[in-house]
């Protein structure tokens, strides 16, 4: 399984974001759907095949639509990628 649950930290309100809600965005999201294409999470568990990211690790979306207006959330390894710290 290459999934990992992710706790998100902070999430900004983007004015794209804004439009998507709005529906006049060009791109629209999948539905049903959560807003939010940008914040910081951190992974709080992995799945058993998951090997570029770590339980603890900061990570940001490197994908749009995701969802980042959540508390937490389940999605692929790939669509996020690690923020290197100290």
Do not use: C
Request: net charge positive; proline share 8%; aromatic share 6%.
């Amino acid at each position: 399984m290459f999934q990992v649950i992710i706790e998100m930290l902070a999430a900004p309100i983007n004015p794209a974001d804004i439009n998507t809600i709005q529906g006049v965005y060009p791109k629209k999201p999948t539905l049903p759907g959560t807003p939010g294409n940008e914040g910081v999470g951190r992974v709080l568990a992995i799945g058993s095949s998951v090997t570029s990211l770590k339980e603890g690790d900061l990570v940001i979306p490197n994908e749009t639509n995701l969802g980042t207006w959540r508390s937490h959330g389940t999605w692929d390894a790939k669509q996020w990628y690690k923020v290197l710290t100290k």
